[in-house]
């Protein structure tokens, strides 16, 4: 999800679900080290319960970014040992940690020893043609040995070579058997499930089997999903404002409000651009939103060009 989650993209996700634990986009420990920390780890505190992902291996640094993260705020910090990006790659980090257990179980060692906020662990199933269930089954218990006790498993096997990072989403095959078998075989881990979840049906299915479920790209695409997720997997009201009319005048205010901080409605405004998805007039909503023409205009009057019938001329967009 990196360049997605960002903190106004978990701003918005926050108005819609008040429960659902939110996740950053992987951050590096170079990148908190020697990089700018505000930018990486500032967050709104609407956001709440919200997670620090980490990209890294070397335990010292992980610790330190850990405490970071403990410091800040944050509820949880994540290790990623999923992603398979060339770039990753290169930082030996990512889904090639998955060959390096004991290592992983340092770093969470090393983590633990400093914070008292949960380490999790976000992995795959496999690596490259690596497709026995021993070999994520030894993982885990190597990882949790070091005292994690939260795994997030994307039930695919990450192609470390010949499959672009788009690709490792979709190509190799979901094994969902592997983590349901996971949590039998590890019954006192938190165990959840990741990868290929498009329906609160599939959620409710796969929370026969796990304890949690993580949704990615189809929370951000179709953000209007999680309406339902705070009455239907966490017995509590619907957010409020349970209305996407509402949710959308509170995020052109958000707008208004980080504008003087030197944001960019564009860039806040990219990520709700699925708000309105299946409803009529949803497709000239999105394009006057993301019409870079209009970006010298005042939110609000973005929203007002926003809401005109697609038949009546726009005097900004002339």
Not at 148 to 159: D, K, L
Not at 253 to 272: I, L, N, S, T
Request: proline share 6%; aromatic share 8%.
């Amino acid at each position: 999800m990196l360049d997605w989650t960002d903190r106004h993209c978990r701003y918005f996700h926050r108005l819609i679900t008040r429960h659902t634990r939110l996740y950053t986009e992987m951050v590096t420990t170079g990148a908190l080290l020697h990089g700018d920390r505000p930018r990486h780890l500032d967050f709104n505190p609407e956001e709440h319960p919200l997670a620090l992902q980490l990209g890294g291996s070397e335990p010292a640094d992980l610790a330190a970014c850990a405490k970071l993260a403990q410091d800040w705020g944050y509820d949880e910090v994540n290790l990623n040992c999923g992603c398979p990006s060339e770039r990753v790659q290169r930082g030996a980090f990512g889904a090639c940690l998955m060959n390096e257990a004991p290592l992983v179980a340092d770093g969470v060692k090393a983590m633990r020893d400093v914070v008292d906020i949960p380490v999790t662990v976000k992995h795959r199933i496999g690596i490259d043609r690596i497709e026995s269930y021993d070999f994520v089954r030894d993982f885990v218990g190597t990882v949790a040995e070091a005292g994690c006790e939260v795994f997030i498993v994307h039930a695919r096997n990450a192609w470390l070579q010949g499959l672009s990072p788009k690709e490792n989403r979709d190509i190799p095959p979901l094994r969902y058997e592997f983590v349901y078998r996971l949590k039998r075989d590890f019954p006192t881990l938190t165990i959840a499930l990741n990868g290929g979840v498009g329906s609160d049906e599939q959620i409710a299915e796969h929370l026969r089997h796990v304890d949690g479920v993580m949704v990615g790209r189809q929370a951000y695409h179709e953000p209007w999903c999680m309406a339902d997720w705070d009455a239907r997997f966490f017995g509590d009201a619907p957010a409020t404002p349970h209305d996407r009319a509402a949710i959308e005048a509170l995020m052109v205010e958000y707008m208004a409000h980080q504008a003087p901080k030197g944001v960019a409605w564009a860039h806040v405004a990219r990520h709700m651009l699925g708000l309105w998805n299946g409803m009529p007039g949803a497709r000239r909503w999105r394009q006057v939103w993301s019409d870079h023409r209009l970006k010298g205009q005042p939110p609000h009057e973005v929203w007002r060009q926003a809401q005109r019938p697609a038949a009546q001329p726009s005097a900004a967009l002339a």
